[in-house]
C-alpha cells in the first residue's frame, strides 16, 4: 500500500507531532511515569511531550511476537509472526436476532455469544465485552462477565478497557482460572486488554489506570486509537495514519517504561465518517487502505497489529456481508495478527447479532480453508486414479475419491447440499433465515469445556466476596 519511503514520512510526522503537540494525559500516576522516563510534562495542562529518542529506546524493549495463554493448552494465542488471529465482537450495547429482535444486551445474551462462538471454534479468543450487560449493576458487571468467560469457553479472554478495578479484578479471576498467583501471570501472561485513545490525543484517567495496572502485571495492552478521518483525525489517509501512529507509540512508550518487555499491540480502528451526518463508515475503500497501510507501518517497527472486520449495515444482509469481507480481506491480507470484531458486528458497532455470527463464521471458515497450505503429496496416486477412470466416466464412486472426500473439501455452515432436494423447505429460505436455524441448534447442542470445580467453586466465592465489597 504505502511505499519505504512514504511509511518513514508517517512515522517521521508521528514522532514530530508527539515532540511537538504531545499527549493529553489526564492520569497524575502515567504523568508521574512519563516524566520520571524522560518526557516533558506540563502539569496545568496535563500535557506530554515525548521525545523521538525516549520512543525508539522503548520501542527497542516491546516484543515483536509473544504468547497469551489459554486453560485449554491447544488454544494459546499466539501473537505476531505470520499468524492471523480472529476475535468476536465487542463492546455492543445491543443484542439482536430474528426471533427477539433489537434490544439492550443482558447476561444471558452475552453467555449465549461465548457459546455461540465457542461451538463454532473458528475463532481464536474470545473478546472482552461481547455484549454489554445491562442487568447487572454497573459496579460488579466486569466479574459476571469474568465469570462467564472462565465458565462458557476455554480460550484466551480480555479485560474491561476501562477502569483500574476492572483490571485487578481481571488479573485475580485469571489467576484462579490458570492455578496461579497474579505475580506468576507476569512470566505466562494469559490477559488482554483492547483499549482506546479519546482521539484526538487525548487519553482518559479511567483508561489509564487500567493500561498501567495490565502493563505492569506483563499482560498485553492492544491500544487502538480511535480515529475517524474528518471527525476525530484529519480526512486524509496519511494524515489520519500519522495521528493514530503517533497516539498509539505514545501509550506503548507508557507501557514499556513500566515494565520492559510488556507485551503490546499497534492497534487500527482507522476509517471515514459520513459528511453528511458524521456516522462511521466501515468496509469502505479508505478503511480498506487504513488497514493495509497500519500494517506496514507496525511491520516497520516491529510490533504486532491490530484491526477489524467491521461494517456499517443495520441489518444482516448483503450490504453487511460485502462490507466485513472487504473489511476481513483487508485484514487478512495485511497480515494483521488480531481481527478483532470478526464475528457478529453489525450497524456500525452498536449491535452484536446472532445471526451474524454464522455469517461471519462462514467467511472466517473460507479463509482458514484458503490458508491452508495445499498437498500435493498424493500425485501419483491421482493419476491412477485417472487411468481407473474409464472414458466418459466420473469419479463420485472411485476409490481416490471416497477415501479422502470427508477431508478435501470445504463443508459450508450456511448451505447443505443434499437439503436442496427439497426447495420448499430449504432453498426457499435465505442465508439469514439459514442462520437463525442454525444459531439456535449450535445453542441446543452446546457442551461446556472441561472446567475444574475447585476452579469453578473458587471463581464463584470470589465473584461474590467482591460483589459485597463493591456494592451496586
Not at 47 to 69: D, I, N, T, Y
Request: aromatic share 6%.
Amino acid at each position: 500500500m504505502l511505499s519505504g519511503e512514504q511509511v518513514e514520512r508517517i512515522l517521521e510526522a508521528a514522532y514530530r507531532v508527539l515532540e511537538e503537540a504531545g499527549l493529553e494525559i489526564r492520569s497524575p500516576a502515567a504523568r508521574a511515569v512519563y516524566a520520571r522516563g524522560g518526557a516533558l510534562v506540563d502539569e496545568p495542562t496535563q500535557m506530554v511531550r515525548l521525545g523521538r529518542e525516549l520512543v525508539a529506546a522503548q520501542l527497542k524493549s516491546a516484543p515483536e511476537r509473544f504468547v497469551l495463554h489459554a486453560r485449554n493448552p491447544g488454544r494459546h494465542l499466539h501473537v505476531g509472526g505470520d499468524v492471523v488471529n480472529f476475535g468476536p465482537v465487542t463492546g455492543a450495547p445491543n443484542i439482536r436476532d430474528s426471533e427477539g429482535g433489537r434490544r439492550y444486551g443482558d447476561l444471558e445474551a452475552f453467555r449465549n455469544i461465548l457459546k455461540l462462538t465457542h461451538t463454532l471454534g473458528v475463532l481464536h479468543w474470545q473478546g472482552g465485552i461481547v455484549v454489554e450487560p445491562v442487568d447487572v449493576p454497573v459496579a460488579t458487571r466486569h466479574l459476571a462477565t469474568y465469570q462467564a468467560h472462565i465458565e462458557c469457553a476455554d480460550t484466551v479472554w480480555a479485560a474491561r478497557g476501562i477502569g483500574g478495578v476492572q483490571a485487578e479484578d481481571a488479573l485475580a479471576m485469571s489467576a484462579i482460572e490458570h492455578g496461579c498467583s497474579v505475580e506468576e501471570l507476569a512470566a505466562r501472561p494469559t490477559l488482554m486488554t483492547v483499549t482506546n485513545v479519546n482521539s484526538p490525543r487525548r487519553v482518559d484517567e479511567e483508561i489509564l489506570d487500567n493500561i498501567m495496572i495490565m502493563a505492569r502485571h506483563g499482560q498485553c495492552v492492544v491500544i487502538t486509537p480511535f480515529t475517524l478521518m474528518g471527525a476525530m483525525a484529519p480526512v486524509t489517509l496519511a494524515g489520519a495514519l500519522v495521528q493514530q501512529t503517533a497516539e498509539a507509540l505514545g501509550v506503548i512508550t507508557l507501557c514499556q517504561l513500566l515494565r520492559p518487555g510488556a507485551p503490546c499491540v499497534l492497534g487500527g480502528f482507522t476509517s471515514n465518517v459520513d459528511m453528511r451526518t458524521g456516522s462511521p463508515a466501515f468496509g469502505t475503500p479508505e478503511y480498506v487502505h487504513a488497514v493495509l497501510a497500519a500494517a506496514q507501518i507496525g511491520r516497520r517497527l516491529r510490533i504486532p497489529v491490530r484491526t477489524s472486520a467491521v461494517n456499517a449495515a443495520p441489518t444482516v444482509d448483503a450490504q453487511s456481508t460485502y462490507e466485513t469481507a472487504f473489511s476481513l480481506q483487508a485484514a487478512v491480507l495485511s497480515h494483521s495478527h488480531l481481527i478483532n470484531h470478526a464475528a457478529g458486528w453489525l450497524e456500525g458497532g452498536l449491535s452484536a447479532s446472532l445471526e451474524k455470527i454464522v455469517v461471519d463464521a462462514e467467511l472466517l471458515r473460507n479463509w482458514a480453508e484458503i490458508l491452508k497450505p495445499v498437498s500435493f503429496s498424493d500425485d501419483d496416486l491421482a493419476v491412477d486414479a485417472i487411468k481407473q477412470v474409464a472414458a466418459g466416466g466420473h469419479f463420485f464412486g472411485a476409490p481416490h475419491t471416497l477415501a479422502r472426500y470427508q477431508s478435501a473439501f470445504y463443508r459450508p455452515l450456511l448451505s447443505d447440499w443434499s437439503s436442496f432436494e427439497n426447495w420448499r423447505d430449504a432453498g426457499s429460505r435465505n442465508a439469514t433465515e439459514r442462520a437463525t436455524g442454525i444459531w439456535k441448534k449450535l445453542l441446543a447442542d452446546y457442551v461446556p469445556p472441561p472446567l475444574d470445580p475447585a476452579v469453578r467453586e473458587a471463581t464463584a466465592a470470589y465473584v461474590e466476596r467482591r460483589a459485597r465489597e463493591l456494592g451496586s
